[in-house]
């Protein structure tokens, strides 16, 4: 029997993190009527990602009008790919505009969420407490940073710092500066950084392929356009959708002929436009295009090639006062060492202590390795949700159209607790071992099996990410399959 709606639950909500998926669960939470929320923000602002990443030459890798919310398209992007501090003060703008600034608490970081008698109790690193009904961890995926296993880093001398903490206090120009890592950030950085240095070195373990981009910004014109026709700039974003969709599917089979198209114009870039054979050679990959997140680029090779560039393909021993030491015996001399070397994804929410029912520790279930079903719930952690958690999309298409749909789903999950009907709602443990093995099998027939070293891929090499088309993602996405969750209450 239907309840009536005076049998609603008053849910309170706490939000952990407000990045771009923070931000979207407080404006979502708010249109669909819920009063009672905190968003949780261990920083003194909002913005994560964006916040964090204010390196030379940053800028989003999905075009700006497809890396927006589908609620707030922005006439004003200035490039195809807007720089970071764009994307930062968007995000800012939204925020205040929907009004969802308030219910954020910055400078507290939550440390702790057990769920005791039915309810999350939440602690921060600050002492303060709270207790709520449903949590939604939007914590992020590249977040926590990934420091390199090279001996010596602390013997440096020079200023050393990771491309997701820039030491804007640090003079490069007419310096010499050496970047270790070569994927998006670190390609990012030697263009925007090049023609300032004395002398740049790169340091390449594993060559990349680069998709040639060009980043023009936009005319007044266009922008004009953009302002007086709220519908083209919809067309836009729904346009971008469906490309990059139909590359999303495309990555699920690693000899598809998107990949191929995607490996010709990779490889089609190299040779036209890197001129010495000995260079081509070092930047040529040994894996196919897309193995590992495919970079985009329209001036990387411009930049490589310049007299006072190096790539350096040799291994590195270990750091010295003075700069890197290669393993042929050669001391790179530096006065600034850059550490683009990515994050560790495998963190999620932690090191929040997060412990479930009956003192389920997430530490212990996810000791070998994280994952939930459809990347949303955990078996034995009721009422607890994430945004962009394990075994998600990822890949070169935007993470924003994840998190909306992600969202969707975790709110027809908590109906069921809004209208009285259960006190308690988690993944069951066999749908979710199901799942993962479906996924397993399915993910090492994706481009990202197909045999390189990435971050995609788990302890045992497995790629951890969605391993089926968008469509799929987006279909189950649509409303969530209620057998395959356990509730209680
Ligand atoms: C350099 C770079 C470029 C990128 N480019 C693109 C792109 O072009 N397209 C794309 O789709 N994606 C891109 N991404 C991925 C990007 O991370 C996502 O698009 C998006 O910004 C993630 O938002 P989020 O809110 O999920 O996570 P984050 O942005 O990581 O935000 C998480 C927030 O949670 C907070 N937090 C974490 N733990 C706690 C805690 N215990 N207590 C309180 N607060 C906490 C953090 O401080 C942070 O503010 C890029 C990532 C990087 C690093």
Request: with cysteine; hydrophobic share 40%; net charge neutral.
């Amino acid at each position: 029997m239907e309840r009536s709606p005076a049998a609603a639950r008053n849910l309170r909500f706490a939000v952990i993190g407000a990045g771009m998926s923070g931000v979207l669960t407080a404006i979502k939470l708010r249109k669909a009527g819920y009063r009672d929320f905190v968003v949780y923000e261990k920083a003194d602002r909002l913005g994560g990602t964006w916040r964090e990443n204010t390196y030379p030459g940053i800028a989003c890798d999905v075009p700006s009008h497809l890396y927006s919310y589908s609620f707030e398209p922005n006439p004003e992007w200035s490039h195809r790919f807007s720089p970071g501090a764009e994307i930062q003060a968007y995000f800012e703008g939204v925020a205040t505009r929907r009004g969802v600034m308030e219910c954020m608490r910055f400078g507290a970081e939550i440390t702790h969420a057990g769920f005791r008698d039915g309810r999350w109790h939440l602690e921060t690193k600050d002492g303060r407490r709270d207790v709520v009904d449903v949590v939604i961890a939007a914590t992020g995926v590249l977040h926590h940073l990934k420091w390199p296993d090279i001996e010596g880093l602390d013997r440096f001398e020079g200023a050393l710092f990771h491309s997701a903490r820039w030491d804007h206090g640090v003079q490069i120009d007419g310096r010499r500066v050496g970047v270790v890592g070569t994927g998006s950030s670190a390609v990012q950085i030697v263009g925007a950084i090049v023609d300032r240095v004395a002398h740049l070195s790169l340091f390449q373990r594993t060559a990349q392929w680069i998709m040639p981009q060009e980043n023009p910004c936009y005319s007044d014109a266009e922008l004009a356009e953009f302002r007086r026709n709220p519908e083209l700039v919809d067309k836009m974003h729904a346009d971008m959708a469906v490309l990059f969709s139909a590359f999303s599917n495309g990555l699920v089979d690693a000899n598809s002929p998107q990949m191929q198209a995607i490996e010709t114009a990779c490889l089609a870039n190299l040779e036209q436009n890197v001129r010495d054979p000995v260079l081509r050679e070092k930047l040529r990959p040994n894996y196919k295009a897309a193995c590992k997140r495919l970079v985009m680029s329209a001036d990387f090779y411009r930049a490589v090639q310049e007299p006072q560039a190096e790539v350096v393909t040799e291994g590195i021993e270990r750091v010295e006062a003075k700069g890197v030491r290669t393993r042929d015996g050669r001391l790179h001399e530096l006065d600034v060492l850059v550490l683009a070397t990515g994050f560790r994804v495998d963190r999620f929410m932690r090191p929040i202590r997060v412990v479930g029912r009956d003192g389920l520790e997430l530490d212990a279930v996810w000791e070998k390795r994280p994952s939930a079903y459809l990347s949303v719930s955990i078996p034995g952690f009721p009422n607890f949700f994430m945004l962009n958690g394990p075994n998600g999309p990822v890949g070169n298409f935007s993470l924003i159209e994840v998190a909306e749909l992600q969202l969707g789903y975790i709110l027809q999950l908590v109906e069921p607790l809004r209208r009285g009907e259960c006190c308690e709602i988690s993944a069951s443990e066999s749908a979710t071992q199901r799942l993962e093995v479906e996924r397993t099998e399915a993910a090492r027939h994706t481009i990202w099996g197909s045999g390189c070293r990435s971050w995609y891929l788990d302890d045992r090499g497995v790629p951890m990410s969605w391993p089926w088309t968008f469509d799929r993602f987006r279909a189950e996405m649509a409303a969530p399959k209620i057998e395959a969750y356990e509730r209680k209450g």
